[in-house]
């Protein structure tokens, strides 16, 4: 269940905007000080905040700006002042989004959705990018950057080799032919002959293994071709 902080010092507003949330199957915390609310923002995990502007102690300003010094999490900032400059400060402080009130509590869960629904979608892009780095033991492929380690060292592949070498970590444990990897790489057009996968083989088996005549990852099968094991 998603997690929001309501920081609001008017308790009749709170509380029609915690029976709004939990009507829609959030949980909600409120506070009604600025500086317990603070406090509980950046100590506790949640999914978005809700921000009143106007608050004792410490206002809705400088909460989000403190947040935002340590949390990429949604911000709501809730203000009774209509003037464009209160909202640009709070969108400049990093807050995501400004409503007015009196504001319908049906827009406010819709507000609501609308930025915990971009903040995951924004999260699994980051995760997708971050599968692009291969780890399989000791061996590590960074397929943005195309540099390979072993054992966290660095080490040089020609075009070739780690286009080989990404080819059949991409497909483990499966028995691939020369000619499937000499067309994968080199290509039908290639004026090589598919000896040249041989080649290539053994010295990515020099570069990534800790013993070539004893591969740990770059398997032969004889009379088939070659297997990557994971």
């Excluded at 008017?10 to 915390?29: Q, R, T």
């Excluded at 502007?53 to 900032?77: A, H, Q, S, Y």
Aim: proline content about 3%; overall charge negative.
């Amino acid at each position: 269940m998603q997690k929001i902080l309501i920081v609001e010092d008017d308790e009749a507003i709170a509380n029609l905007e915690k029976d709004y949330l939990e009507a829609s199957g959030f949980k909600v915390v409120l506070e009604n000080k600025g500086s317990e609310g603070l406090k509980r923002a950046l100590e506790e995990d949640f999914d978005l905040f809700i921000l009143d502007l106007m608050l004792p102690d410490v206002d809705g300003f400088e909460i989000c700006k403190r947040i935002r010094e340590v949390k990429n999490t949604p911000i709501l900032m809730v203000s009774a002042k209509k003037d464009d400059i209160d909202k640009i400060n709070g969108l400049g402080m990093g807050a995501d989004d400004y409503i007015t009130k009196p504001f319908s509590p049906g827009e406010l869960v819709a507000r609501v959705k609308a930025h915990l629904n971009r903040f995951e979608r924004l999260i699994s892009s980051n995760s997708a990018k971050r599968k692009k780095l291969i780890e399989i033991r000791g061996l590590q492929i960074d397929e943005d950057s195309r540099i390979v380690k072993v054992d966290g060292e660095e080490i040089q592949f020609s075009t070739r080799e780690y286009d080989l070498l990404l080819y059949m970590v991409k497909n483990p444990n499966k028995v691939i032919s020369k000619e499937e990897l000499f067309e994968a790489i080199w290509g039908q057009d290639s004026c090589g002959d598919i000896s040249t996968v041989t080649v290539h083989i053994k010295k990515v088996r020099e570069k990534i293994e800790l013993d070539s005549s004893k591969p740990q990852y770059v398997e032969t099968i004889w009379g088939l071709g070659y297997r990557f094991r994971i």
